[in-house]
């Protein structure tokens, strides 16, 4: 498809365990923006890719939370050791530079 | 410095009806302003956007006002439809930098 394509759609893990979240952005796409979204705290960034820059971490919410991109395109953001805290809506977003981020229909996360 | 209030946090409107969302920003850098629709189970989905150098934006029966000096800015949905039901967010920022959120209107479209 066209789109941004996030897998799994979703994700029941035990707390303590790690997940891996993947996002497959629009082609062509230099940017990469990971978003999470939870009940009360709206949508909040978490982590920006531009092609070969360093990554923006700056809304990464502890050191368990890590993301890579690799080749430019596909980009995993893993979260290790989770906590019941990090239930939420994980969103991908990306876009040429400047213009519009478009986004997939995220990836749910549920820990037990 | 970085927020977006966004009011209200839900709406209920009668179809044919005018709903109206606001949004007010701090940042004076910001340069570039989205509102996004969201279904449930979907995600954002851009819906119109403006920059600051005009005072109105028109898309159909979406109209996004904004006041600069004000620092404020708000979206316009005319006739509003039952399909129109979901929830809306605006947003800011600059050049490619985060989006900085609303934290969300409710809109309800009664037919």
């Known amino acids: 498809g066209a789109g941004v394509s996030q897998s799994p759609s979703n994700k029941v893990t035990e707390k303590g365990k790690d997940v891996e979240l993947r996002c497959d952005p629009i082609s062509g796409h230099t940017a990469l923006y990971w978003y999470r979204q939870s009940l009360g705290q709206g949508l909040e960034f978490l982590i920006y890719?531009?092609?070969?820059?360093?990554?923006?971490k700056s809304g990464l919410p502890s050191d368990r939370f890590s993301a890579e991109r690799t080749g430019g395109s596909v980009s995993t953001l893993t979260i290790q050791r989770t906590q019941q805290e990090d239930s939420a809506v994980y969103l991908c977003?990306?876009?040429?530079?400047?213009?519009?981020?478009?986004f997939g229909d995220g990836t749910r996360l549920s820990i037990l | 410095q970085q927020q977006v209030k966004q009011s209200p946090q839900s709406l209920i409107v009668q179809k044919g009806g005018i709903s109206i969302i606001n949004c007010a920003y701090e940042n004076t850098a910001f340069d570039y302003f989205p509102w996004y629709q969201q279904f449930p189970g979907k995600g954002p989905a851009l819906l119109i956007a403006?920059?600051?150098?005009?005072s109105e934006k028109k898309e159909g029966r979406f109209t996004i006002s904004f006041n600069k000096s004000a620092k404020q800015f708000s979206l316009h949905i005319m006739d509003s439809q039952p399909g129109d039901s979901a929830t809306y967010f605006c947003?800011?920022?600059?050049?490619?930098?985060?989006?900085?959120f609303g934290q969300g209107t409710r809109l309800t479209i009664n037919p």
């Open positions: 977003a990306s876009s040429l530079v400047g213009q519009p981020q478009h």
């Open positions: 947003a800011a920022n600059k050049g490619a930098q985060k989006l900085v």
């Open positions: 403006i920059r600051p150098d005009v």
């Open positions: 890719f531009q092609g070969n820059s360093a990554p923006d």
